[in-house]
């Protein structure tokens, strides 16, 4: 089943305690890092026993801790992140590579991953001369906006892309893609032929994006986004293509490690 984000919607009555426990994780986000019991409650739309009972048990876990009489994200989150970082085969992997490209091409570099509907930079590899990015690694981008969000969907099966289309209707006018569902599939068909995406100041202004797909799990599989932002003045005046190959040669190599990466050193 895929998993959706929660956001401020109701909770459907369908879905399993264990699903409702752990979406209250989901309400919590930049801008409304606390929240009330009450709150809480009111979003799970489930009964004041039942929603104290899921609370207690997330901070028994570690998931949530109480402060000044409301709640917040709880600390065994950051040591899950310090496991993530430390033993995720992809980012062993992709990381000394990644570093690497930053420091060739003088700019920030992220890998970019699909969750649910959620897009985030897994990596965030920052470079001192044109470092600023605003979507840094695990902050959730727009959706339809950005090159990595472009060439990921792209790679999507035809009826996932048109679960995003319809999901999505007033993002999808907001963005650089077709408006119409035959539009739209037609530039991922064109964005997938090509095997990379860009875009121009999406996500930041004055910040040209490249990505190219890194297929973690093999060509079969959603893929990740290597994307490589430049200075949209330094862009214009750069050798574009040979970017536009760079960030594509790159994303091969992680794809080809990945396959020959030995299962010994994930155990």
């Keep these: 089943m895929d998993w959706h984000p929660i956001g401020k919607d109701a909770i459907p009555e369908a879905m399993s305690s264990l699903t409702k426990l752990l979406s209250i994780l989901e309400f919590f986000e930049v801008g409304n890092s606390f929240l009330t019991a009450e709150e809480i409650v009111s979003r799970l739309g489930c009964s004041r026993p039942q929603g104290y009972r899921y609370i207690k048990e997330l901070c028994s876990a570690g998931l949530l801790t109480r402060f000044s009489g409301a709640y917040s ?28 490209l930053s420091n060739r091409v003088s700019c920030d570099v992220t890998l970019v991953k699909l969750f649910g509907d959620h897009m985030v930079a897994i990596h965030h590899e920052e470079n001192v001369q044109t470092s600023g990015i605003t979507y840094s690694r695990g902050r959730p981008m727009p959706i339809f906006r950005g090159c990595g969000f472009k060439l990921v969907l792209a790679y999507l099966p035809t009826s996932r892309q048109k679960q995003f289309f ?13 408006k119409s569902w035959e539009e739209m599939r037609a530039d991922l068909k064109k964005i997938r032929k090509s095997g990379y995406a860009v875009s121009a100041g999406e996500l930041d202004a004055g910040s040209i994006g490249l990505a190219a797909p890194v297929f973690e799990a093999g060509p079969s599989m959603a893929p990740c986004a290597l994307t490589l932002i430049v200075p949209e003045s330094r862009y214009e005046t750069s050798n574009q293509q040979m970017l536009v190959e760079i960030v594509k040669d790159v994303a091969s190599d992680i794809s080809a490690r990945l396959v020959h990466f030995p299962a010994k050193a994930v155990s």
């Excluded at 999901?167 to 006018?173: F, K, L, N, S």
């Design 166 to 178: 319809e999901r999505y209707p007033e993002a999808v006018q907001t963005s650089t893609l077709g």
């Design 73 to 100: 994200l709880g600390p065994r989150i950051i040591e899950l992140d310090f496991v993530i970082r430390s033993a995720d085969p992809l980012l062993q992997i992709a990381r000394p590579v990644i570093r690497d």
